[in-house]
């Protein structure tokens, strides 16, 4: 995947609406809506007669609008009662300073979780619910600052996304701003997120309803007047048959950003990993480790790149799954643990709506998977996996075990080096790829011997002495969790440099270069 620094605006454009999507999943919305909004955005500040710089700012802050949104998923989920995604969904319908919305939605905090814990967040929430709610947008928008200057995204866009909860009567945050005072494209950007997402759930009459109440409130009025006099054509791009090519059609022609994938692959990393205090900074470690491991795997340097990237976004689908499942100290219920078990498969399919993402989509998604078929979110056997796909597994999982976690402490480096082996013996990694990450972290690698005769790999003398032992290809491929196929070629390669064509000419040659010595099930 080449993604250069100089980005051309539909690849930035693209690979920011494919990676919105995973804010539609920490928002508990349904995909495509934040796609959605920033079209309706788009197409409003064009009816409102905004300059080109504007709709820009518009198009390219509406796709990052939610980049923040996991910022106070822990805060939230501890005072509001575990499923910080729901609380998404239910207060982004309504205007919080009006009590008839407000009180209805605090009354439905907690739900689906036992009686006390929602009494207990609906007295906190009607004790501390502003401050709370001023938390929330504070870490938000400060978080987004952060994403946006990070990706060069250029002063409007910037500013935008720092005004995302003003309103217009001065009563939102930043609370300084109000009226004229808040950027033209925030503005239009809160008109279009309402009457998307009312016209979506409930018509459009309903939405103009909710505009008119809000109108000098929550909302610009004149704004809201413009929304009024164009409604249906504004909104009928969202009814045509792909939002997704509608709103890369839409891409500004000028270029926000000198960003390339490495620095949005990392932004959306962070992203992802303030979703729980357990996992701040996983990401990184992981696509640092997986790249270094790589390499010493002798990957070339494009597919080292496609291991970095692909690794930086594995836990993308982990915003999915409420902070308050990530947090729980004890076992998880079962529909706890299916929400975990389907995280990679929302990586996956968030990576894999962009042609740019596509390619590390597999690699990604699979860093949960196992050679023996024990992994989640598909059980994919080792011969259906990349090798490449499963070098950043074995990175997470070694991360994963130096990282506390609210079942257990860190292990420490000894201890995560004897469980990294354990998970070899038990076939559920390769030993050549364990041993490359235990190397890569600083560990001495395991080595049974540093050069074998006639250029025999590691795993030439497995399956060498595996067929000097009588073994079948299908008994080898299930020792070294591999395909029969790949076993085939092992063998035909192993024939050729020893200069053998039977398999008693194998064993000689084993026995004469004393290659018998160590042998076991395990890979």
Not at 30 to 55: D, H, Q, V, W, Y
Not at 142 to 147: D, M, P, V
Not at 204 to 227: C, E, I, M, N, Y
Not at 387 to 396: R, S
Request: charged content about 20%; aromatic content about 6%; hydrophobic content about 45%.
């Amino acid at each position: 995947m080449n993604f250069m620094k100089s980005a051309h605006p539909l690849h930035l454009a693209e690979v920011l609406a494919a990676l919105s999507l995973a804010t539609d999943l920490a928002n508990d919305q349904p995909f495509e809506t934040s796609l959605r909004a920033c079209l309706l955005a788009t197409e409003l500040a064009r009816a409102a007669g905004a300059s080109t710089e504007t709709i820009a700012d518009v198009y390219y802050a509406g796709l990052l609008r939610f980049v923040g949104c996991t910022a106070f998923s822990s805060e939230w989920a501890g005072a509001l009662g575990g499923d910080d995604n729901v609380l998404h969904r239910t207060f982004a319908p309504i205007d919080a300073r009006r009590p008839g919305e407000l009180l209805p939605a605090a009354i439905g905090l907690g739900k689906g979780r036992g009686l006390k814990e929602r009494v207990r967040a609906v007295a906190n929430f009607v004790t501390e619910g502003p401050s709370i709610l001023t938390a929330f947008a504070a870490s938000n928008c400060e978080a987004a600052l952060r994403f946006a200057a990070r990706l060069d995204m250029g002063a409007g866009v910037i500013a935008t996304l720092g005004q995302i909860y003003a309103r217009w009567d001065g009563r939102g945050f930043p609370a300084n701003l109000a009226e004229e005072s808040i950027a033209l494209p925030a503005r239009i950007l809160q008109v279009a997120r309402v009457a998307e997402i009312h016209a979506r759930v409930s018509g459009l009459a309903h939405a103009q309803s909710v505009l008119k109440t809000r109108a000098g409130g929550q909302l610009d009025p004149h704004l809201v007047k413009v929304f009024a006099s164009e409604a249906e054509l504004l909104l009928a791009p969202l009814e045509g048959p792909s939002v997704w090519d509608a709103v890369l059609a839409r891409a500004p022609s000028t270029n926000p950003s000198r960003a390339g994938i490495a620095e949005v692959a990392r932004a959306f990393a962070d992203f992802a990993d303030l979703k729980s205090v357990y996992s701040v900074g996983h990401s990184t470690s992981v696509a640092e480790l997986a790249e270094r491991a790589a390499k010493l795997l002798g990957l070339d340097e494009s597919a080292r790149a496609n291991v970095r990237h692909a690794a930086l976004l594995h836990d993308l689908g982990s915003v999915s799954v409420p902070a308050g499942i990530w947090e729980k100290k004890g076992a998880l219920t079962t529909a706890e643990w299916e929400r975990v078990r389907l995280h990679p498969y929302y990586t996956e399919r968030v990576l894999a709506r962009s042609p740019l993402l596509s390619e590390v989509a597999i690699l990604a998604g699979a860093h949960h998977e196992r050679c023996d078929g024990s992994g989640y979110s598909r059980g994919t056997p080792a011969a259906l996996i990349p090798p490449d796909a499963m070098v950043i597994a074995a990175a997470d999982c070694y991360c994963a075990f130096l990282e506390a976690r609210p079942h257990r402490p860190a292990l420490g480096a000894a201890e995560a080096v004897r469980a990294m082996r354990a998970e070899v013996s038990q076939r559920r990694f390769e030993a050549e790829i364990v041993e490359a990450i235990l190397e890569a972290a600083g560990h001495e690698r395991q080595r049974r011997r540093q050069t074998w005769p006639r250029g025999l790999s590691d795993r030439e003398v497995d399956v060498l002495r595996r067929v000097a032992r009588g073994c079948s290809n299908k008994e080898i491929a299930e020792q070294l969790s591999i395909s029969p196929r790949t076993v085939q070629h092992h063998v035909a390669h192993i024939y050729e440099k020893i200069g053998v064509s039977t398999r008693a000419g194998a064993t000689l040659f084993a026995s004469e270069n004393d290659l018998l010595g160590w042998v076991n099930d395990a890979p």
